[in-house]
């Protein structure tokens, strides 16, 4: 375990070093990636100015939605960007990853290794201000209940979007280019979680109700989290399943 | 000129060659576009009309900003950098033909497959899965065709000047992404400017994105017409040549610095 650990942050220190060579580069990169979120969040609250709700959703309560699903996604990015399946698929159509495959370490902790991205801390900081806000200006009842249940939905977003990122770059030994159509499952699954699911229609909400359990990681811990009422009405209570979802995908 | 067409040619078969990566682009921006219309919906509510957009049209709107995205290359470009880095620039400036025509044949190539291949079929789409509407006269076709080469024209020459940054520095993904980023802020592309704060549309009159995504899609859904028609043409045509003359001075500096080894 103690060797696992040394070789990762080893692999990891290689890339943090060479990405702090280029300083102005590096500066810029985050500044853009957390711009990013900060302008389409500025955007939202632009749009909610005018229009007050969405599906009975405040201003708030979306940036609760938004804020975790991008730390989220961030944390996740960061970790898994040896999977991401555009950068996994050019690995394999090089023959870079049959050079993994020889090394006498496990491959999982090779390719996880491999690519580890600084600027995604500007996605990841500009989420938390996000959800700092949120948090602050909703004045949720916190119980001891939900202050434990926070971290464990967290967990399970970052296993979710992470499952999601491997089985992508799984698929990408059959195809032969990298497929754009995964990014509808990862960006587009992050997207759609950002707001209240209630406003999708049927056949979309199905599919990721029943085919991808994207629902369960976020809309409905969130209806728990924010005492909301549930439009949707599943027969039972699935304010509790985003570990069951999260690590089940992973 | 013949050797600008022929650029062009080639550029585009290059882009429908890989038929795959195209439907697979089309499937996600499609997708795409239909979360933003689910939200755009859910927004309306009860709502007929905000801001002078009906749901309709907010709806179309979607459409038509998802269907420029590969169009205007709205996401990223980073081609000309990238040549400036594996040294194929060296080759590209022999050529007897001006730098900026032999990326300008390029991109107008790229951009007629990606508008074949990817706005049309979007908004088929759109127009089978949604109730949209459509510009319902000759002149506003031929306006609406008029912007979006105009459109096209301002993306390139954006796009050009911030990847010559390639020329000064040894890393230029960071300055390129922000100026996207800029780029998808003000022009319209997240939502319609209509609906944002009157001193947030002012401010971005005073950069070219809005000349992009939101010029398009007024003219498109008739938001604008006769002489607000005439001064979002007159603006697309200052900022176009402006871009092109500041691009071409940028270029003229940064060739002077570049050094390129061996041979």
């Known amino acids: 375990m103690r060797y696992i650990f040394g070789l990762y942050w080893r692999l990891i220190g290689v890339q943090i070093r060479s990405q702090v060579q280029y300083r102005f580069n590096l500066f810029t990169d985050v500044l853009a990636t957390a711009l990013v979120t900060i302008t389409v969040f500025i955007s939202l609250a632009f749009i909610f100015e005018r229009f007050g709700t969405i599906a009975g959703w405040n201003l708030s309560e979306v940036a609760f939605l938004y804020g975790m699903v991008e730390t989220a996604f961030g944390v996740m990015d960061m970790l898994f960007s040896g999977f991401d399946p555009q950068n996994f698929g050019r690995q394999v159509r090089l023959g870079r990853l049959d050079q993994l495959l020889l090394r006498p370490v496990n491959i999982t902790l090779q390719v996880l290794g491999s690519e580890f991205i600084i600027r995604r801390v500007g996605r990841i900081f500009q989420g938390i201000i996000i959800l700092t806000f949120s948090v602050h200006s909703l004045q949720i009842d916190w119980s001891i209940m939900k202050m434990s249940y926070l971290p464990i939905v967290f967990a399970s977003l970052v296993a979710f979007f992470g499952g999601l990122f491997i089985i992508g770059a799984t698929i990408t030994f059959w195809t032969l280019e990298s497929i754009e159509v995964i990014n509808i499952l990862t960006y587009g699954g992050a997207e759609m979680m950002s707001y209240p699911m209630s406003i999708y229609p049927l056949g979309m909400r199905r599919f990721f109700t029943y085919v991808i359990p994207a629902i369960f990681l976020m809309y409905y811990p969130a209806i728990y989290f924010l005492d909301k009422g549930d439009p949707l009405g599943l027969p039972f209570n699935a304010n509790f399943f985003a570990p069951i979802a999260g690590f089940g995908v992973f | ?263």
Do not use: C
Request: aromatic share 16%; net charge positive.
């Open chain 2, 1 to 263: 000129m013949r050797v600008f067409w022929e650029l062009t040619r080639r550029s585009f078969q290059r882009q429908v060659t890989y038929r795959a990566a195209t439907i697979a682009g089309l499937l996600t921006n499609f997708f795409f576009g239909m979360l933003r219309a689910s939200v755009l919906i859910g927004l309306y509510g009860q709502r007929e009309v905000v801001a002078g957009i009906d749901i309709r049209e907010a709806v179309t709107y979607t459409g038509v900003s998802q269907a420029v995205i590969g169009l205007l290359s709205l996401f990223s470009w980073v081609e000309l950098m990238n040549t400036v880095y594996t040294g194929a620039v060296a080759s590209d400036l022999i050529k007897p033909m001006s730098y900026y025509r032999f990326w300008l044949a390029q991109d107008l190539g790229r951009a007629v497959a990606q508008f074949g291949f990817r706005a049309v079929p979007i908004m088929i789409g759109y127009a089978l899965v949604f109730d949209i509407t459509y510009p319902h006269s000759l002149e506003q076709w031929l306006a609406l065709a008029i912007v979006v080469v105009m459109a096209w024209l301002i993306s390139f020459s954006f796009r050009f000047l911030i990847n010559l940054a390639a020329f000064w520095m040894p890393n230029a993904t960071g300055i390129i992404r922000f100026g996207f980023v800029l780029m998808s802020f003000f022009s319209g592309f997240i939502m319609p400017l209509r609906f944002f704060p009157e001193w947030f549309v002012r401010l971005s009159s005073f950069t070219p994105f809005p000349y992009m995504v939101n010029t398009v899609v007024e003219v498109y859904l008739g938001l604008v017409s006769g002489r607000g028609l005439m001064l979002a043409l007159f603006a697309q045509i200052i900022w176009a040549i402006v871009l092109i003359l500041v691009g071409k001075l940028v270029l003229r500096a940064g060739i002077r610095r570049l050094v390129i080894l061996g041979g």
